[in-house]
């Protein structure tokens, strides 16, 4: 009788053992994918909600880049058949060097296409454009022109 209950009990393990191996019925948990980072949205460093500008005038703004990434302007004005001119330049280019075509003047973007609306102003501001600079709209006409403008910039 001692081998029936050896063999029992050793049948019993082999057994449990067995189906201690054996998952429940229950649907496997899938491990979660993380949730990307949702890219902040750009800043904005400068905005002129209306200028208004005579034929063969300027208006500059002197603005800061606060820090590295990319950097847009957009420009747009009322008539298309007014050309409008945008340019983004360091801010040591005054108004006096950039129409003497200055070489201390640094372009940063511009935009000369006649009648093409909007301007869009764009490039990378490394360490060394962070800081000032000026943005130049320039209204070669034919007629009054009125319009607006916003900078923004990007981060990586």
Known sequence: MTLTVRYR????????????GCGNDAPATP?????PTPTPPPQVI?????????????IV???????????????????????????ITNAACTP????????????????ERPSAKPSV????A?????GAARIYIINK??????GSFIIELSRP
């Open 9 to 20: 009990l050793a049948a019993m393990i082999a057994v449990a053992t067995a189906l201690s």
């Open 31 to 35: 491990t979660p994918s993380p949730t």
């Open 46 to 58: 400068s905005y002129q909600p209306v200028w208004e500008l005579p034929d063969d005038f300027y």
């Open 61 to 87: 703004d002197q603005f800061a880049i606060p820090a590295t990434g990319t950097v847009t302007a957009t420009v747009d004005w009322q008539s298309g058949s007014n050309n409008v001119d945008a340019y």
């Open 96 to 111: 006096a060097m950039f129409f003497a075509r200055d070489r201390r003047c640094r372009f940063y973007d511009k935009d």
């Open 121 to 124: 102003l764009r490039f990378e």
């Open 126 to 130: 490394g360490q060394d454009r962070v």
């Open 141 to 146: 006409g034919p007629a009054a022109e009125r």
